[in-house]
């Protein structure tokens, strides 16, 4: 890692769409993995968008490389993800995308129906838009899609909040 890069391991689980990252985090049981899951096999085209690829299950390295952030799974944890019943199994993974969005999985009551504006977390530096959901939600997968590419933080990063 070149000089003045910070790296840090965190609890969670990243996924990737397109090479953006979104980290999805909660504590132990709140279905982060199962939502990853849920998200790779979302299905190639499902709302004209690619496919979700898995970049890290259970810890994520987090390195700050110049104005951005990149998430990649620790060594012995690449392309190995917990799912509840089965196992440790192995996945195809991606071995590092660009972290865009952070994904908090909650309880109904704290989800906004409409967030304004949206919430954002500053993460090493770099702020970042944070949405929350439900991760046991049938539609939670799919959100996750749109939010991507939909950006609807973009109104807030381009006047300066």
Do not use: C, Y
Not at 95 to 101: G, I, Y
Request: net charge negative.
């Amino acid at each position: 890692m070149p000089d003045g890069d910070i790296e840090i391991r965190v609890h969670g689980t990243a996924i990737a769409l397109g090479g953006q990252a979104l980290l999805l985090r909660g504590p132990s049981g709140s279905g982060k993995s199962d939502l990853a899951l849920r998200a790779l096999n979302l299905g190639s085209g499902a709302h004209g968008i690619e496919r979700f690829e898995l970049v890290a299950d259970d810890q994520v390295l987090i390195a700050r490389t110049g104005q951005g952030l990149v998430v990649s799974p620790p060594e012995r944890l690449a392309g190995l993800m917990e799912v509840r019943g089965l196992g440790i199994l192995p996945i195809p993974h991606r071995p590092k995308a660009r972290l865009v969005m952070l994904a908090d999985l909650v309880a109904p009551s704290a989800v906004e129906r409409l967030p304004d504006p949206w919430p954002f977390e500053t993460l090493h530096g770099v702020k970042l838009p944070v949405m929350r959901l439900v991760a046991f939600e049938a539609s939670s997968p799919a959100k996750l899609a749109l939010a991507i590419h939909g950006a609807p933080w973009t109104g807030d990063l381009q006047d300066g909040t």
